[in-house]
């Protein structure tokens, strides 16, 4: 198994009061809340962490978050092409550049070219959705984002490969009468294709191109759902079964010196889901294109908004009846379920993977077992108010007890 | 948004496009083309305008129980689609009334083809950019909060704003697809189109610039402004009503509009 460090680099050390009276904190938080000072440092503690990251061998992910608390990354290619330089040895995982967000995909092809050359063939590309607070911050049409999504992939895949350029491309949602990027990817054909989906509509189309499908705290059900759809399209369109390499989960991960301990720093992690995922409705339920029309009921009464107040609660019952009724959840439903969460409900759910080397491993083996096997790990080490020094040791303690272990699971073809 | 369900009530054929439609009343024809949200058959305005024209009110594709066609996406598509369904109506001429969004449609296609137009009216109409790049003519119904959106749709938001634990599931998914299908049009540029302004002077039929002087949507003195752009319009405000006068004062409504289709000349 590989295992890969995720920091999104928040900014958490907006005055509480603030974000209570804010209706949302992305998109709309005022940038007025966020000193510059602060986030130099916070960007220099978060690269010096990839870079133990490099020492240690745990590969590294840059992703991009606009205009919001839960992430300074606003310009993934900015990131990497810093990391792709100071990183020397282990891969690094671009999730991603908000491919549908960005006008013209020809230059996130050549950017992701240049950062492959760099770093000489050390780049996987991921690509996200996006969804809810970046339409408004990108000015993106959220009613033909998956569209624009797909169309995207497939203009930077041939940008990447085709080397007997120019090429035209005349798409429904992009032009580009001339595409010959320089240089060309270091990696033949491409660099690997990651996407990051949990809805078993969009999986099934990542499984029949066999890229990597990475699924960030979507617990045991919805990756089993996920992952089973990914396989389910494979096999109906005839083409052969992949290992497990090509599934990875992202968790909240965390080891201290004692369960205890490691529990208790990893508790901070939590941070990320229950502060900076507060949005407001007209970035979440009632985006337009989020929630298909058959939904709307569900989620449209006041009755039925994912429950917010009430401790341990996993949503609302009408949200959990949306669920069960029909097979794919839109992504508001999730969020619905993942908000004010302890860390035990988050272990239980196999969202946080906290505690000693021990236990961690155990944690994760278990949910390794329970989902079919994955042959990746993305650790979210750091988030909220964990610190710098709390997230060194957590890198350290995970490289050298857990991962010796994890690298010993080898990619399979399950029956 | 081609997830509709078996279609409702009567329709309107025109070539491959099959729309959603309500018919009322009878008199001088006119095509009343909604605006956010699909014209609910409900509402009173239809009978009133009922006793004194005879009401064709489509739901444009992608909006209510209409389907809309894949490749069927700009607002231009909708434009075209109207002027097809002009020339399909067994009128000489028709009335065109466009409420807000349909505003602009209705502004849009009076500047395409104005001799299948009898009377033209703008009803707190979209389309065009009046003030400074840095001003925004019309509330930006998507980023902002509910809340504040119902304030400003509404004189009396108390009373107008949708409840939805009150709607039908039927209701509440129309409300879905009309919200889907004006982003999918509206979106970009928003609400307008940036050529519009100019060709106006093109409309030569009479018309009839209306507005809710409580309008927090798009404003009256945009209305105005409208207004002085089309050769010989009018313009007329209604009292106590929002963005949507049609709704809070249908028979104030009723009465200008009627009085202004009846007009000889």
Not at chain 1, 23 to 51: G, I
Not at chain 1, 333 to 361: C, E, H, K, W
Not at chain 2, 103 to 109: C, R, T, V
């Amino acid at each position: 198994m590989e295992v890969w460090y995720h920091n999104e680099n928040p900014y958490p050390f907006v005055p509480q009061d603030v974000l209570d009276r804010a209706d949302s904190v992305r998109a709309s938080l005022p940038n007025k809340y966020c000193d510059p000072r602060v986030a130099a440092d916070l960007f220099e503690e978060t690269f010096d962490e990839f870079m133990l990251c490099d020492e240690c061998g745990i590969n590294v992910v840059a992703i991009e978050h606009h205009a919001g608390i839960n992430s300074l990354f606003g310009a993934n290619p900015l990131v990497l092409g810093i990391l792709a330089r100071q990183i020397r040895k282990v891969r690094i995982l671009s999730m991603g550049t908000l491919i549908s967000l960005r006008p013209d995909p020809v230059r996130v092809a050549e950017e992701y070219a240049t950062a492959d050359v760099i770093s000489r063939g050390r780049l996987d590309i991921g690509f996200v959705k996006s969804g809810a607070s970046e339409m408004a911050s990108n000015n993106a049409n959220p009613v033909t984002n998956i569209e624009r999504y797909w169309e995207a992939i497939d203009l930077v895949t041939k940008a990447l490969t085709f080397q007997e350029g120019p090429f035209s491309w005349e798409g429904k949602h992009y032009t580009h009468r001339h595409v010959n990027i320089w240089p060309r990817p270091w990696q033949q054909p491409h660099p690997p294709l990651w996407a990051a989906t949990g809805d078993p509509e969009t999986a099934s189309e990542v499984g029949r191109r066999g890229m990597v499908n990475v699924l960030v705290l979507r617990g045991e059900e919805g990756t089993r759902r996920a992952w089973a759809a990914y396989r389910q399209a494979r096999a109906e369109a005839g083409l052969p079964k992949v290992m497990t390499d090509h599934f990875a989960y992202a968790a909240l991960v965390y080891v201290g010196d004692t369960h205890e301990e490691g529990v208790e720093i990893g508790s901070k992690l939590l941070w990320f889901l229950n502060t900076s995922l507060k949005m407001a409705p007209q970035y979440a339920q009632f985006l337009p294109g989020a929630t298909p029309p058959h939904f709307a009921p569900q989620v449209y009464r006041p009755a039925s908004k994912p429950d917010t107040q009430a401790k341990g609660s996993t949503g609302s019952s009408r949200v959990q009846a949306a669920k069960a009724d029909k097979p794919v959840a839109p992504a508001i439903l999730n969020v619905g379920g993942l908000t004010n969460i302890d860390s035990a409900q988050a272990m239980a759910r196999g969202i946080l993977f906290a505690g000693s080397p021990d236990t961690v491993y155990q944690q994760v083996m278990d949910f390794y077992r329970k989902v079919g096997g994955f042959g990746h790990l993305v650790m979210i080490g750091r988030s909220g108010f964990m610190t710098h020094a709390e997230a060194e040791k957590g890198i350290t303690l995970f490289a050298r007890e857990v991962l010796p272990r994890l690298k010993e699971i080898a990619p399979v073809t399950p029956p | 948004m081609n997830d509709i369900e078996a279609p409702v009530g009567e329709r309107l054929s025109v070539k491959d496009i099959e729309l959603e439609v309500i018919r009322r009343g009878r008199g001088r024809p006119v095509l009343l083309l909604h605006g956010l949200h699909t014209v609910d058959p409900r509402a009173p305005f239809l009978d009133l305008l009922g006793r004194r024209a005879e009401i064709i009110a489509p739901s444009h594709p992608g909006f209510g129980h209409s389907a809309r066609p894949m490749d069927f996406d700009t607002v231009y598509d909708l434009v075209r689609l109207y002027l097809d369904v002009l020339e399909a109506l067994p009128y000489e001429r028709v009335s065109l009334v466009g409420l807000s969004f349909g505003g602009w449609l209705a502004a849009e296609i009076a500047v395409a083809c104005s001799y299948r137009i009898d009377r033209l009216v703008l009803v707190d109409a979209f389309g065009i950019k009046i003030s400074d790049r840095e001003t925004p003519d019309i509330l930006d119904v998507f980023n902002t909060s509910p809340q504040e959106v119902e304030r400003h749709r509404w004189h009396d938001p108390g009373k107008w704003a949708p409840d939805f634990n009150a709607l039908s599931d039927d209701e509440i998914v129309v409300h879905a697809r009309n919200w889907d299908a004006l982003c999918l049009y509206g979106w970009h540029p928003y609400m307008y189109n940036p050529q519009l302004k100019r060709w106006l002077r093109r409309i030569r039929r009479p018309t009839l610039v209306l507005w809710g002087a409580s309008d927090g949507v798009v404003t009256p003195s945009y209305g105005r402004a409208y207004s002085a752009l089309i050769p010989g319009s009018r313009f007329d405000v209604i009292a106590e009503a929002g963005h949507h006068p049609e709704i809070e004062q249908p028979e104030a409504f009723v009465e200008r509009v009627a009085a202004f289709l009846e007009q000889e000349g």
